[in-house]
């Protein structure tokens, strides 16, 4: 422990600027300024060193927070990245986009506001880029085993970077023209710029793990192909199908699902020049769906120059404050201000969706009323109708599971009873040497639960592989955090 009167002396919660709101929506960078080295040297001398640190419990990944908090404070970079690299494959992703469940169980957070546990985990890894302490570790010795990963978004990271450094032949298959996954193609820059996904593939490609993208398996090279070729599959192919509004009017021109508008932005602030691009310029943009992808809607939405943007959401309002059933130390659901919503825009909440109406074919406004709750359902109260005008909807409401279904040798592999592949507790599918992680398993989630499996589902292929293994395993397929 660093300071052991630091939580006394500093009770105030400091975090990062974000960048003026009328520069920032001018371009796609970054919205958070660096955090100013003073202000986490304090920051990070608030931990306690509490003894049973509940933050490292709230972390999926296991994060060794109290031990690289104190090494912050005694400004031992290179102590706080080894420390940090030991359960977490990539902070700059968690750093910069985790929700932080670590802060909502930080035991300095039952009186004070939490330590800025996301932060200090960002700084260190920036940190450790810009003094070239990220190096590669290519492994010392070869298996002569091969492994295939499918998806390279954090979870088919995390695996595969495990696997290489355990000394299997791992390949990366990727059906995007890119490696990422929902880092590259989802989240927008102002949120994290792709240059972190980049220097991070530097490293990996120096280690030995190879990537092959623009292929899809399934249709350029069939699952049984490929469990032909490995010794081991892990499929990491996320959660991307959308969930959709069987409304009246859904046909209409202008109504688009909120992950294509997001892909085809990201690719264009990349440099790619687009045809029939879906831009939201001067138009009255209606999102439908509150979480994580609205809200990068909007602010995608704001920066392309909406005339206006409002956001409907079915439910209540959440708290500001937890609810008396959302106790300390649990992740309380929380009303949050994104910098997206600070920018711009309108939120409604308790708004049902009704339909659709439109002119020539196209959408010109959607027809909302109150939410009723009637038996446990979420009904439009009636006599409460009225139109909002739109000429763009994007739908946000979630995503109920893979793509398709996967055939290895004339077997399905199984669904669980929410549509997700399912699997064991070894990550294992129902077919032997074919394993599964992150979202394609566990249902759309977070990045931290991603990298976590990743990097357990490869504690098990190298298990099933070598009849023993020393990587880590930091969660399990049915673990879900501390949740009330
Ligand atoms: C818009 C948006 C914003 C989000 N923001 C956040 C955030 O701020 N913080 C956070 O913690 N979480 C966020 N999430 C959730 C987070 O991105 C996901 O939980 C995480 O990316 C899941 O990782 P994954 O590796 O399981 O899958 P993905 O990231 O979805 O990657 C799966 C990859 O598999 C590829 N693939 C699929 N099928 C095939 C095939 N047959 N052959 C080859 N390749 C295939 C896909 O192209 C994709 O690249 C967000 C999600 C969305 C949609
Ligand atoms: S990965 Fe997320 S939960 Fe874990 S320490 Fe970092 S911010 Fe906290």
Redesign the pocket.
């Known amino acids: 422990m660093g300071d052991p009167r630091g939580f006394l002396k500093i009770t105030e919660r400091q975090t990062a600027n974000r960048r003026p709101i009328e520069v920032r929506i001018k371009d796609w960078k970054e919205v958070y300024e660096p955090t100013d080295p003073g202000v986490l040297k304090n920051q990070a001398g608030r931990c306690m060193d509490c003894g049973i640190a509940f933050c490292h419990h709230g972390c999926p990944l296991g994060n060794l927070i109290p031990e690289w908090n104190d090494l912050t404070w005694r400004q031992d970079g290179r102590g706080a990245i080894e420390r940090l690299h030991a359960t977490n494959n990539f902070p700059e992703f968690t750093g910069k986009?985790?929700?932080a469940p670590c802060e909502s169980s930080c035991v300095l957070g039952i009186n004070q506001p939490a330590v800025t546990i996301k932060e200090i985990e960002a700084s260190i890894i920036e940190q450790a880029f810009d003094r070239g302490w990220v190096q590669a570790h290519a492994p010392e010795r070869m298996t002569g085993k091969t492994v295939a990963v499918?998806?390279?978004?954090?979870?088919?990271l995390a695996a595969a970077q495990q696997l290489t450094r355990a000394g299997h032949t791992v390949a990366v298959?990727?059906?995007?023209e890119q490696i990422g996954?929902?880092?590259r193609y989802?989240?927008p820059d102002f949120?994290m710029e792709k240059f972190h996904i980049d220097r991070r593939l530097e490293q990996m490609e120096a280690e030995g793990t190879r990537f092959r993208t623009g292929?899809?398996?399934?249709k350029d090279i069939t699952w049984d192909d490929l469990f032909r070729r490995y010794e081991a599959v892990l499929i990491?192919?996320?959660a991307?199908k959308p969930r959709n509004l069987d409304i009246p009017g859904r046909e209409l021109e202008g109504i688009h699902f909120?992950?294509p508008y997001?892909t085809q932005a990201n690719k264009v602030v990349s440099g790619a020049s687009l045809e029939n691009q879906v831009v939201a310029a001067g138009k009255k943009v209606v999102i439908l769906g509150g979480g994580?992808?609205g809200a990068?809607c909007l602010g995608t939405a704001t920066r392309q120059g909406a005339l206006s943007v409002t956001t409907l959401a079915i439910g209540n309002q959440p708290p500001a404050e937890r609810r008396a059933d959302q106790p300390w130390p649990t992740f309380p659901t929380l009303f949050e201000v994104a910098s997206a919503h600070e920018e711009f825009g309108e939120r409604k909440y308790l708004a049902n969706t009704v339909r659709f109406v439109g002119e020539n074919g196209k959408v010109t406004g959607i027809e909302i009323a109150e939410t009723d709750f009637v038996d446990g359902r979420r009904v439009p109260k009636p006599g409460t109708e009225k139109l909002i005008e739109a000429d763009l909807v994007l739908l946000a409401l979630g995503f109920t599971g893979p793509?398709g279904l996967i055939q290895v040798n004339e077997n399905s592999v199984a669904l669980d009873d929410r549509t997700n592949l399912a699997r064991d507790e070894k990550y294992s599918t129902n077919v032997d040497g074919l394993f599964v992680a992150?979202?394609?398993g566990r249902g759309?989630?977070?990045?931290?639960w991603?990298i976590a499996e990743g990097r357990a589902a490869a504690a098990a292929i190298d298990e099933y592989l070598e009849g023993s293994t020393s990587l880590p395993s930091p969660v399990k397929p049915t673990d879900t955090g501390i949740h009330a």
């Not at 298959?173 to 995007?176: A, I, L, S």
């Open positions: 986009l985790c929700p499918v998806g390279s978004g954090p979870a088919g298959y990727e059906r995007d996954g929902l880092l989802g989240i949120k292929i899809t398996i399934g990491a192919t996320g991307p909120a992950m997001l994580d992808t990068d793509d992150g979202d394609a759309a989630s977070l990045i931290v991603a």
